[in-house]
């Protein structure tokens, strides 16, 4: 069973920057639409960006041009650099297998100072 680990959360101040990564079980990164989904408290569960097999990206509009969503086919990773963090970003983030809804068990980010 394919299993999805994310790593990288953390406290950061208003404006810093994080990079998250999502470390998958077996070879499927390259092979399916990665996600990662975000949720903040007393929220529902959104998605925040998106990487297909060939490469294409999708941002949601409250992170395009702060977030880069990438992908290494060689180490099984789908990763997230978020730039330019606001309050509004603090949340628990998800990586996610689109094709076969298999989720990480998250990664908690807060923006404070």
Do not use: H
């Amino acid at each position: 069973q394919v299993q999805l680990v994310e790593a990288g959360g953390d406290l950061v101040q208003p404006g810093g920057s994080l990079r998250l990564s999502c470390a998958a079980s077996g070879s499927i990164v390259s092979i399916y639409t990665m996600d990662w989904y975000r949720q903040a408290p007393g929220k529902q569960r959104e998605q925040v960006a998106a990487i297909t097999s060939g490469g294409a990206t999708w941002y949601a509009n409250s992170v395009k041009g702060r977030f880069t969503i990438s992908r290494d086919n060689a180490k099984n990773t789908v990763s997230l650099q978020m730039n330019s963090l606001k309050p509004e970003d603090a949340a628990v983030y998800y990586c996610r297998i689109d094709a076969l809804n298999v989720w990480g068990q998250g990664t908690q980010v807060t923006v404070s100072s």
